[in-house]
């Protein structure tokens, strides 16, 4: 798996539009922030009226599905429920990133630009996030390209963490 990055801005995802936008949504996080609140933005806030509505709930094991256009490049966009903030841990993380892979499997897509659970918050630090996806995802050759919605600090964080095992491996 090839991992690349992009910056959480709009302008910055309309450029590297793909098959599929993967986000993840706390139950108490209203309004959404992060990938899920710059698709509320960009939708004139239907994101939160369907949360008003209790359609999308962000409850732990929830996955929602829409199509993404024509208000950003992907042709879907996929929310992941990762229940309450205050209980969000490791193992949460975990399944959440193993069901984010399965759910991209199931659909075929070799292409995807995700923002891993709890990263827009930085519960999970970047360089954890990026260790889980690879070592969940290293089985699984479908996967062709994840393009990373970080931070430029949460980018260089990551690609100093990956250099430092290569070295590591290698020396």
């Known amino acids: 798996m090839e991992l690349r990055f992009v910056r959480p801005e709009l302008a910055e995802l309309d450029r590297v539009g793909m098959e599929v936008l993967v986000a993840a949504t706390f139950r108490d996080e209203r309004p959404p922030r992060g990938v899920a609140g710059l698709y509320d933005w960009r939708s004139a806030g239907r994101l939160s009226r369907w ?37 969000f841990d490791d193992s949460i993380f975990c399944a959440l990133v193993e069901r984010m892979l399965a759910t991209m499997l199931g659909l075929r897509a070799r292409t995807v630009v995700a923002q891993l659970p709890g990263r827009h918050l930085d519960v999970v630090s970047a360089e954890r996030a990026a260790d889980v996806l ?13 393009t990373l919605v970080e931070t430029e600090l949460g980018q260089k964080a990551i690609t100093d963490h990956l250099l430092q095992k290569r070295r590591r491996r290698e020396g």
């Open 51 to 87: 949360m008003l509505d209790g359609f999308v709930t962000g409850d732990l094991g929830e996955v929602w599905m829409t199509p993404a256009r024509p208000r950003l490049p992907f042709d879907k966009l996929i929310l992941f429920g990762a229940g309450l903030i205050q209980e």
């Open 134 to 146: 690879l070592e969940l995802g290293a089985d699984q050759t479908d996967h062709d390209v994840w």
